[in-house]
């Protein structure tokens, strides 16, 4: 069997195959290896780049998150917030300025090298200065941050009717209210989720949840307005997030939320019809 | 002598930079989850909560079981969600996973419900950690989220 170099296939591995043409398979599956390996490799560079990003805050999201925090943790609060953000920004400053340091030296190449010498200890003293006074409590802010504030842990409310943490679900609420054109299209109950979702034509959406009070909610804070509202059961959070809304409340040791694209005004309407419909174990008792 | 004293500095500075001072963290979560974004479908994107706007995780341990439950809203331009539950219980101070398991929904909301007895003793802190996978098309975004933690 001789091997034209016109017509390439994919060897068949048939035990008469010449040395040559296994030859010739060899070195293909060699490639087709290689190949995969640099994909491997490239696809694990584009990972690691990802895994090692640390996050940047815009001034726009700074100004939120204290207007955030002023609101639900008071000016003092917010005030500390603001000298943590101005250290954050010093050390970017600084952080830049070293760089700035850096392109100097090399706008003016022709300095004598013992100058350049001493320059560069002297520089590369300074980053290191700068890494290790800086660099700690920006980690340590930027971590901070994002367990304090990235995850929004939903608080008691001061007019809670039940002081203790509920972990599961022991009695099931209900709206009995319904925006108008909207159906119930799904409907999950669960000992620790409760779930009604509702739908229009227009394939618009909205849903109501009941969760046991033991529950981290997290939110996109950038685009997050926060807005307290009084309702009959006493404080409630009011969410507008790039056209997603959200009302949470607390009431008889539960989280309960409305969301979707409805107004504030309809969403506290259906809030407000919130009733007791069934206990999980005892059957229906409306 | 000139070549000298440059190489001196030189080996200086090269030794200032070696030894600034590294930082480790605390080590909480020793578990590996490269496998699991490498199997990720499509392209990652370096931005957070672009495609996610909010999310829920609970987690309760009670007779011998840990119950888990989770919800992502996601903003309409999302086409997929990849939800990875990890069920952990910390012993000697480090994360451990005792459980894992995966929900994946082609739409902009999703929610899960997972329990194991596997690995729950008394005597330990338990918590939830789901990682997010939002796509838009081809590109996702990864959130992780954590409940807070119960003892039990």
Request: net charge negative.
């Amino acid at each position: 069997m001789k091997f034209t170099g016109k017509k390439e296939t994919v060897s068949s591995g048939k035990p008469n195959e010449s040395t040559e043409d296994e030859d010739m398979r060899m070195s293909k599956d060699a490639k087709l290896y290689k190949g995969l390996e640099e994909l491997n490799e490239e696809k694990i560079k584009v990972l690691m780049e990802a895994a090692d990003q640390e996050p940047e805050f815009s001034k726009e999201h700074d100004a939120k998150m204290r207007q955030m925090v002023e609101e639900r943790f008071g000016p003092e609060a917010a005030e500390k917030m603001s000298e943590i953000q101005m250290t954050r920004q010093k050390a970017d400053d600084d952080e830049k300025r070293t760089k700035q340091n850096g392109k100097l030296y090399q706008i003016y190449p022709r300095f004598k090298k013992i100058a350049a010498a001493i320059l560069i200890v002297f520089m590369l003293g300074a980053i290191t200065m700068s890494t290790e006074a800086f660099r700690v409590p920006i980690v340590n802010f930027i971590m901070n941050f994002q367990k304090e504030f990235m995850g929004v842990s939903v608080e008691h409310s001061e007019t809670m009717v039940d002081e203790s943490e509920k972990e599961t679900i022991e009695e099931i609420y209900s709206l009995k209210k319904k925006i108008e054109g909207y159906e119930l299209f799904e409907e999950i109950i669960e000992p620790r989720l409760v779930i009604r979702r509702y739908k229009n034509q227009r394939q618009q959406k909205y849903k109501f949840t009941q969760q046991p009070e033991a529950l981290t909610s997290w939110f996109d804070n950038e685009d997050t307005g926060y807005e307290s509202v009084d309702m009959i059961y006493g404080k409630a959070l009011f969410n507008d997030n790039d056209k997603i809304y959200y009302l949470t409340w607390f009431y008889d040791g539960y989280i309960f939320e409305i969301s979707g694209e409805l107004t504030k005004e309809e969403m506290i309407s259906l809030a407000e019809s919130l009733y007791f419909k069934e206990a999980t174990e005892e059957g229906v008792n409306e | 002598m000139m070549k000298k004293i440059l190489s001196l500095m030189l080996c200086l500075a090269l030794l200032f930079t070696i030894s600034s001072p590294v930082y480790a963290e605390e080590v909480e979560d020793n578990n590996e989850y490269m496998e699991e974004e490498y199997q990720m479908e499509g392209t990652p994107s370096l931005l957070r909560w672009s495609n996610i706007s909010s999310a829920t995780a609970g987690l309760s341990v009670t007779g011998g079981t840990a119950y888990s439950a989770m919800t992502v809203q996601a903003y309409s331009k999302v086409t997929t969600i990849v939800v990875y539950t990890y069920i952990q219980k910390k012993v000697n101070g480090v994360w451990t996973n005792i459980y894992q398991g995966i929900d994946k929904i082609n739409d902009d909301y999703i929610w899960t419900s997972r329990s194991t007895t596997s690995g729950v003793a008394k005597g330990y802190t338990y918590r939830l950690r789901g990682r997010i996978y939002a796509y838009v098309g081809t590109t996702y975004e990864l959130v992780t989220i954590y409940s807070s933690e119960k003892s039990y």
